[in-house]
């Protein structure tokens, strides 16, 4: 993954002069965020079943289909950008679930192997998309900041370092929050 330094320094500027309402500087920025953003959709899709019928393409486009709609934030940081994403992929996916689950009236559930990712034990089972997504919700409700962590960390796959740059905060309140997360987490999913 490539550290948030490495990318082009004019995101930050390309973001403001989109929220401003230049609509051809959405179109600078899509290369130039493009990459990272696959690398997200790929950490995102490789953590669903095998057999999942969306892929990484399709996760990036409709993400931008929803990016674009968001004309009239005003971006912090082209990490503030990179976060947006991290969560509207999420919200895809959960969604494409739900409808997934609606179709098939109750049946296959999408899972998630909460073990490799977290590396603490929740039975050796696999935890369910929808169950982890309403977890996060009251998680983001007692504790907003530790749901981004769990999100940056989990979905977006960023190290503690990254994770710590992106919310302005130190890593030692990072690793904390993460381990909090990661214990409240385990407790809500293994009931």
């Keep these: 993954m490539r550290e948030p330094s490495d990318l082009p320094d004019n ?3 390309l973001l403001d002069e989109w ?30 079943r095998k057999n999942h019928t ?9 993400a931008f289909l929803k990016l674009i709609e968001q004309r009239s934030i005003h ?5 503030h950008f990179f976060w947006l994403a991290s969560e509207i992929m999420r919200r895809i996916l959960v969604d494409y679930a739900k409808n997934r689950n609606r179709l098939k009236r109750g049946g296959d559930v999408e899972f998630v192997s909460f073990d490799s990712a ?5 039975d050796e ?3 369910d998309l929808l169950d982890l997504d309403e977890a996060l919700t009251r998680l983001a409700e007692l504790d907003e900041q530790q749901s981004k962590i769990v999100q940056l960390r ?3 796959g960023l190290k503690i370092e990254e994770t710590a740059e992106v919310l302005s905060i130190s890593t030692a309140t990072v690793k904390r929050d993460w381990n909090m ?9 293994s009931r």
Aim: a negative charge.
């Design 118 to 122: 977290w590396q603490i034990a929740v």
């Design 154 to 156: 989990f979905f977006s």
């Design 75 to 79: 971006w912090d940081n082209r990490a």
């Design 181 to 189: 997360a990661k214990a409240w987490l385990h407790h809500e999913l």
């Design 125 to 127: 089972s696999d935890v």
């Design 19 to 48: 929220s401003g309402g230049d609509r051809e500087a959405w179109y600078r920025l899509v290369p130039l965020v493009y990459g990272e953003l696959h690398e997200q959709a790929h950490r995102y899709l490789r953590r669903e």
């Design 11 to 13: 995101i930050s500027e």
């Design 54 to 62: 969306l892929q990484t393409t399709a996760l990036i486009h409709e």
